[in-house]
């Protein structure tokens, strides 16, 4: 499978817990992009890759959340002392940068709930 | 800031219907894409249209883009019940940050 992918699927966790999604992209793909996405609606735009450099951060993001991409490979996203509102699905996508026409291939996400 | 809106929220069609759903912007764009999301999974591409083109086929699908109206539509011919997803518009920012729109939930009675 050459998709990309993400671990967990799902994540159930406790309030005020810290939590830490990983996205594995397709290989060859440069750029590498985070998503929050809550029942409804579509994808908000959280935070993107060019290989190992974070590039453009979201308002959304707020302090609790710190991506990584180390080596431009794999990136993770940690959200520390979760809160309620941080229950969604969490895509991950890659892309190949030509110049902003390149369709996003996107992982089936990690869902989190917290209780 | 850049955010599609699509029109109607939800669709329900017999299969073997067109399907036409709308997506309106606010501001000017490169490009703008076409993605499905069936329920619990990542979202899959489906047609790209450049600025410059009016009208793209692709498939059993159509899309046009009014740059003049800040729009665009999507026509799904003949549908199936496989077709059952919701669908968004996307379009990236001069920041390259994607944005996309509400979505629309299509619902194709066998």
């Known amino acids: 499978d050459t998709g990309v992918s993400q671990d967990p699927r799902h994540k159930i966790t406790k309030r005020g817990q810290n939590v830490t999604f990983r996205c594995d992209p397709i290989?060859?793909?440069?750029?590498l992009y985070w998503y929050r996405q809550t029942l409804g609606q579509g994808p908000e735009f959280l935070t993107y890759?060019?290989?190992?450099?974070?590039?453009?951060k979201s308002r959304l993001l707020s302090d609790r959340f710190s991506a990584e991409r180390p080596k431009g490979s794999f990136s993770t996203l940690e959200i520390q002392r979760t809160e309620q509102g941080d229950s969604a699905m969490y895509l991950c996508?890659?892309?190949?940068?030509?110049?902003?026409?390149?369709?996003?291939?996107f992982g089936d996400g990690t869902r989190l709930s917290i209780l | 800031s850049q955010q599609g809106e699509e029109d109607p929220q939800a669709l329900s069609i017999q299969e073997g219907e067109n399907a036409t759903m709308n997506c309106s912007y606010k501001t000017s764009i490169n490009n703008l894409q076409w993605y499905r999301q069936n329920s619990g999974r990542g979202l899959v591409h489906l047609i790209l249209i450049r600025s410059n083109e009016r009208e793209k086929h692709s498939g059993r699908l159509r899309v046009t883009l009014d740059t003049s109206k800040k729009s665009s539509s999507l026509l799904i011919t003949a549908s199936r019940a496989a077709d059952t997803a919701s669908y968004f518009c996307?379009?990236?920012?001069?920041?390259?940050?994607?944005?996309f729109g509400t979505g629309t939930s299509l619902t194709v009675i066998p």
């Open positions: 996307a379009m990236p920012n001069t920041g390259n940050q994607f944005y």
């Open positions: 890759f060019q290989n190992e450099a974070q590039l453009e």
């Open positions: 996508a890659s892309s190949i940068w030509t110049g902003g026409d390149q369709p996003q291939h």
């Open positions: 290989s060859e793909h440069n750029r």
